[in-house]
Nanobody, 134 residues
Framework: EVQPVESGGGSVQPGGSLTLSCTVS????????AGWYRQAPGKECELVASISSDGSTYYTDSVKGRFIISQDNAENTVYLQMKSLKLDDTAVYYCAADLGVGVGGSWPSWSATCTDYARYLEVWGQGTLVNVSS
């Protein structure tokens, strides 16, 4: 059974940093693609970053230069390092993974609600809240 466990969310002031982790048992990242979505209050679901099995990465424009996605295949863990956090980064962040998804635009984007993708992707995290406030 695939069981992802997310951690690392919390409250932080603007300009601060957080690192999200998603460790998945029953699943291997070796040949898979992984990504992080987020759902901000009152806003549509957004793919924040993705990393493909060959190491190619994608970032949505608003986080370029501030966020870094990485994965540790030996630990079955995907990370999202976030720095210079802004108020607009406040959201629930979800990790996701599956075989053959690709990078960036290949990831599903047809729903405004992130949790709709839980039935579509092999790995879907429980969500972790990042709250950026002063």
């Amino acid at each position: 059974e695939v069981q992802p466990v997310e951690s690392g969310g919390g409250s932080v002031q603007p300009g601060g940093s957080l690192t999200l982790s998603c460790t998945v048992s029953g699943f291997t990242f070796d040949d898979s693609d992984a990504g992080w979505y987020r759902q901000a209050p009152g806003k549509e679901c957004e793919l924040v970053a993705s990393i493909s099995s060959d190491g190619s990465t994608y970032y949505t424009d608003s986080v370029k230069g501030r966020f870094i996605i990485s994965q540790d295949n030996a630990e079955n863990t995907v990370y999202l390092q976030m720095k210079s956090l802004k108020l607009d980064d406040t959201a629930v962040y979800y990790c996701a993974a599956d075989l053959g998804v690709g990078v960036g635009g290949s990831w599903p984007s047809w729903s405004a609600t992130c949790t709709d993708y839980a039935r579509y992707l092999e790995v879907w995290g429980q969500g972790t809240l990042v709250n950026v406030s002063s």
